[in-house]
């Protein structure tokens, strides 16, 4: 009986676990991260000395590349995570498994969950949070902030409207197909940020495309990863696939490479790269 | 540790004892091992005479304690049943891999990932129904198997090996099917189980694992005797008084519900059911009451050495421990074919 109980607080405890929350660290001087946005915003802060570690996704800035490695996001290990001996675990939202996760808490150290939203709200909402945890309150937070804010408000006049251009987001292609964001997709989000509609629309999630529902789905603009250049051999073999000609994007030759991650890492960079996306598709 | 010197005796070994003490020894050397060393460096004197700080001991009991032990079972389980499996089936390549069973377990545990979120299962059961739908899995598969092997007699070495590509193919459809319908976390998620690792092991999760796999081991050891009938042909052990349907169910259920236990919580880990019975074999001997007693002991030390090396060798980081397993396994695996061809 005893052993049920055991369980049960166990179970319940691991539940708890998932919830997110900005509040202040008790000890925010040996961070551990585990999410790429997250290792720019504290580059962005100008905290970068306390990061003892980064996971596999943190490759921005390059000075980051140098840090100690602790795996993928979702793939943590406890005992690996110890031997760093941080005080505060920071990650995204999806940074697990959550067995990792509660172990952690279970040798006191701080995990904190930042929580993801697709805009640019979310955006500042996250630089705040972090900001929060860390109980940062100096000129420089400040002057990081209004940075923000200033590019904020120049993308509230960007909206999307029945005369925005269309475009699909590429993250990949794989075997030839176009892995694009759909609904509920960082791309999506990127998208709706820059003024533009998604042309993929009805799906869900990031899904590979083929060259007909490519030509279906005829966007004006064809936004690419460098991955996804680099990929496919170059962004003259990116026309050569089939389906690229044939879309409004192909005719008109509006493709456009940016970093992935400063798209759809959703990190300060995202706001900026937002920005020039926006000035690239209306301009034309 | 106390299972290398009651098991030999628990199911009436006469006593090969030097060799056994030897595999003995092999296991809690590995046990040690497995249990001293890591990427947070514990002394164990420490922790004996108290003098360890509460993090390590947290460290020790709550992190490495589990894992050592899941391994340790999950490794005996998966080379009892492959040894099992080769005894029924009547042939050296049967392995809950190669053949399918541990493709079934997944698709079973992998259709909770993805499902799971779906049917709305109260929390306090969430730990159980992955297990269950694992073990469920991998029954279906050995079913499948054994009902094939019924309708075209005995199977070959190569037939049962076509079969379990064909069953292995069909898991990775269902597989593919899920990972398309599900969303990035699910995704994510799924890719790092299919991998195989035993950093989730948390005693509440691994105990009830433990309970299902030593209890279906204990099953399964018991069928040494029926084994051995089984092997002179189906109809000569039912003549010999084996009640061979009988016998036939527990194996399968058995085995299925042994490697359904640790898969639901490992992920696939290739390998250690069809290498630790040939090495359990040649060390010492082919009656089955030697080749099982020898698998459980090997298949534990192994797999704790193997989850040791995955989880030391590129610290902070961690391997996946069927890279590890499959990295001695396969090799193996090809000289086992061209030993079987020469002769």
Redesign the interface.
Known sequence: MR?IV???S???AQ?LLAEESCQRAPDPSRIAIAGGSITEVLYFLGEEERIV?VDRTSNFPQAALDL?????V??L????????KPTLVLGE??M??P??L??LT???IDTVRVKEVHTAQGILNKVRCVANVLSLENAELVAAEARLVSQLNALESVTVSKQSPTAILVLMFQEGAAIAGGE??SADGMLRMAGIKNALVDV???KPLSAESLIKANPDYLILTDRAVSAAGGLDKVYQTPGVRLTNAGKHQHLVQMDGMSMLGFGPRTLSAALRLSEITQEK | MMRAWVLPSLIGVKFKSGKFVGLGVLLVASFVAGLSQ???SIPLLGLVNGSAT??EQ??FA???APRVFLAGFVGASLALSGAVLQGLFRNPLADPGLIGVSSGAAVGAISMIVLGAALSIP??A??YVMPLAAMSGAMAVTFLLYSFANYFGRFSVVTILLVGIALNAMAGVVIGLFQYVS???QL??LV?WLMG?F???????V?PAIGVMVGASLVLLRQVKNLDRLQLGESEAYYLGVDVPRAKRHMILCSAAAVGAGVSLTGIIGFVGLVVPHLARLFLGSSHRLTLAGSVLIGASLMILADLLA?TVM????LPVSLVTNAIGAPFFLWLIARAARS
């Open positions: 052993s055991l369980l049960l166990c179970l319940i539940q570690a100690p490695q602790i795996g993928y979702r793939g290990s406890t005992e690996g995570l110890l031997s760093l939202d999806d697990g498994p067995e990792v509660a172990q279970q040798t006191g509920n997709t869900k999630g990031w | 890591g990427a947070v509460e993090l947290i460290v709550e992190i490495r929390d306090w969430e730990a969303d990035d976390a994510r998620t790092f690792s950093s989730r092991a948390q005693w509440a999760s105990l989880r610290v902070p980081e961690e």
